[in-house]
């Protein structure tokens, strides 16, 4: 049982690049989020997305855009990436929105140059 | 004012000794909250849920919630150098519950 799986798990991008971290889960649960954790600042709620064909805001979406593919899978994109963009992503997921546990998958590390 | 605020800390004790987390949050809306606890490198991970005034008890664990003063602790008992981590609590908030919010941890170190 995979549970949350994240691609990629590193990479490195130049200012102004573009690229879409992926993330999928085989739990069939409705709820997904996007969070990004950087030292000191804890876990930041970008995009979430309460069920399929839904997505909402978080805390600090801009500069990112997501997509709720399906029921399994929620992409988030990077347009054109800064340095401040640098940063450990965390995919997550729940069965509904406020009773259930949280999976995490296992992070994306992302560095702008 | 962020919807959970969370001592940051570090929080250093000694091994056997109680450590105690504490959170506050914004939303008199909210029903239940949640303990992660992060290994440096790794992901969070659950450890308790409460969602009921009162205590609620888990081995060495045991979280508190206070919904009129609107905060949630967890107090880790007989703590051990391998409960040295990062704790995050989190809560769903939003006009319908579904942003699951995190306060921003408190690293706790465990001394042998």
């Known amino acids: 049982n995979a549970g949350v799986t994240q691609t990629p798990k590193f990479q490195v991008l130049k200012t102004g690049q573009s690229m879409t971290l992926q993330c999928a889960q085989d739990?069939?649960?409705?709820?997904m989020y996007w969070y990004r954790q950087d030292p000191g600042m804890g876990l930041r709620l970008i995009y979430y997305?309460?069920?399929?064909?839904?997505?909402d805001k978080g805390e600090v979406p801009n500069g990112y855009n997501v997509s709720r593919l399906n029921k399994r899978e929620f992409s988030l994109r990077l347009e054109s990436a800064a340095p401040s963009q640098t940063s450990v992503y965390f995919c997550?997921?729940?069965?509904?929105?406020?009773?259930?546990?949280?999976?995490f998958g296992q992070g994306t590390r992302l560095t702008v140059v | 004012q962020k919807e959970v605020e969370q001592n940051s800390g570090p929080l250093s004790v000694p091994e056997g000794a109680i450590a105690s987390l504490n959170c506050t949050y914004s939303?008199?809306?909210?029903?239940?909250f949640f303990w992660y606890r992060q290994y440096s490198g790794k992901s969070p991970e659950l450890i308790m849920s409460?969602?009921?005034?009162g205590d609620k008890e888990d081995g060495r664990f045991t979280a508190q919630l206070n919904k009129a003063s609107q905060y949630v602790s967890l107090l880790i008992r007989d703590s051990q150098p391998s409960d040295s981590a990062t704790y995050l609590c989190?809560?769903?908030?939003?006009?319908?519950?579904?942003?699951?919010?995190f306060g921003k941890g408190t690293l706790l170190t465990v001394n042998p």
């Open positions: 997550a997921s729940s069965t509904k929105h406020s009773n259930t546990e949280a999976f």
């Open positions: 739990m069939n649960h409705n709820s």
């Open positions: 997305s309460a069920s399929e064909g839904t997505t």
């Open positions: 939303d008199r809306v909210s029903q239940s």
């Open positions: 409460i969602y009921s005034n």
């Open positions: 989190a809560g769903p908030f939003g006009s319908s519950n579904y942003k699951l919010t």
